[in-house]
């Protein structure tokens, strides 16, 4: 019995110490990063210079570019009015000062064939440094339904 409560005890001490984010390291580059998410005309400027982009939209759709992805959100009617981070939901983590992975809220308002709709967005997207600047290499949107998960006030 001894033995096998010392066997739980080490997978939990050893599941917990896997399941922490390193939010800390490379202090400069996350820098960086909460800068350019919070400055709106960041991704579209730098999208120009980067030719590697994937994005999956909130129905699935993928895109391999971002022409490819203006035509979609043309074709659907689609306008984005504003995308605006959620503060404090940022989760930054870094990799090698090269690339970086943040998780994020945002609060949407979009024009959907000339219907405004206010929605909440969980989005993924991954940065990569490329020539001393930063490219977002992919990046995905989930809608987040409020009333199975309703969001902190």
């Given at each position: 019995?001894?033995?096998?409560?010392?066997?739980c005890?080490?997978i939990?001490?050893?599941?917990s110490?896997?399941?922490?984010?390193?939010?800390?390291?490379?202090?400069?580059?996350?820098?960086?990063?909460?800068?350019?998410?919070?400055?709106?005309?960041?991704?579209?400027?730098?999208?120009?210079?980067?030719?590697?982009?994937?994005?999956?939209g909130?129905?699935?759709?993928?895109?391999?570019?971002?022409?490819?992805?203006?035509?979609?959100?043309?074709?659907?009617?689609?306008?984005f009015?504003?995308?605006?981070?959620?503060?404090?939901?940022?989760?930054?983590?870094?990799?090698?000062?090269?690339?970086?992975?943040?998780?994020?809220?945002?609060?949407?308002?979009?024009?959907?064939?000339?219907?405004?709709?206010?929605?909440?967005?969980?989005?993924?997207?991954?940065?990569?440094?490329?020539?001393?600047?930063?490219?977002?290499?992919?990046?995905?949107?989930?809608?987040?339904?409020?009333?199975?998960?309703?969001?902190?006030?």
């Amino acid at each position: 019995m001894k033995k096998i409560l010392i066997i739980c005890a080490l997978i939990t001490g050893s599941v917990s110490a896997f399941a922490q984010l390193d939010t800390l390291s490379y202090p400069k580059e996350r820098k960086e990063v909460i800068a350019f998410m919070h400055d709106p005309e960041f991704k579209v400027q730098t999208q120009h210079n980067c030719n590697d982009f994937v994005s999956v939209g909130p129905k699935g759709d993928i895109n391999y570019s971002l022409p490819q992805w203006k035509s979609t959100q043309e074709k659907e009617k689609l306008v984005f009015k504003s995308v605006k981070v959620v503060s404090g939901t940022e989760i930054i983590r870094i990799y090698t000062a090269t690339t970086a992975v943040v998780n994020w809220l945002a609060d949407v308002q979009i024009s959907v064939q000339g219907h405004d709709i206010s929605l909440k967005v969980r989005r993924l997207e991954v940065f990569i440094k490329k020539n001393g600047s930063w490219c977002m290499v992919a990046g995905q949107g989930t809608q987040v339904d409020e009333k199975l998960f309703p969001l902190p006030k």
